[in-house]
């Protein structure tokens, strides 16, 4: 695999719609595309990437909300307290803010880089960005949570966006 090979893809690339597969064993392989992840999650300037949007169907993700990177695979929401409504965006739909009502807090259960299985309340921004990337895993995106009146504002946009996943 070489970085090359990977770009960030855009809604509209079947890739982001499919249901991505647990991993087995975090191996040398993963923790290739893990630090790939995590470099191009900095260079696009987002708060979070999964392996889907680099056209890697694995449940692998990574986060970083401003407090270094958190790297997840296997995600599992265990339960969820709360909620909050906040405007998302996605590096696979740019350009796109979509109002989303969120759980405020969720216990989560997940394997870190080195296989060990961790367990962890989340909070707020980071709560809303796991489960953000927890969706991508499932094939679901921003938009299918936008009312209508959301995705006619952003028609042009999401035209132009999916005309450019196509190329
Ligand atoms: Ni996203």
Redesign the pocket.
């Known amino acids: 695999m070489t970085t090359t090979k990977l770009k960030i893809r855009l809604e509209g690339d079947p890739c982001l719609r499919k249901k991505s597969s647990l991993v087995d064993d975090v191996g040398p392989g993963e923790r290739i595309l893990i630090q790939l992840m995590i470099d191009m999650m900095y260079q696009a300037e987002g708060v979070?990437l999964?392996a889907p949007?680099v056209g890697v169907n694995k449940r692998i993700f990574v986060i970083d909300i401003g407090e270094g990177p958190l790297i997840i695979i296997n995600p599992k929401l265990l339960s969820k307290k709360g909620s909050q409504c906040l405007d998302e965006g996605?590096?696979?739909v740019p350009g796109v803010t979509i109002n989303i009502k969120r759980p405020e807090k969720v216990f989560t259960q997940f394997l870190d880089q080195n296989n060990k299985q961790v367990k962890r309340w989340l909070e707020g921004l980071m709560a809303r960005a796991f489960l953000?990337?927890l969706d991508?895993l499932d094939g679901k995106l921003?938009i299918d949570y936008g009312t209508a009146e959301e995705l006619t504002k952003f028609k042009e946009q999401l035209d132009k966006i999916h005309k450019k996943s196509k190329a």
């Open positions: 979070g999964a949007q996605c590096l696979s953000h990337e991508h921003i």
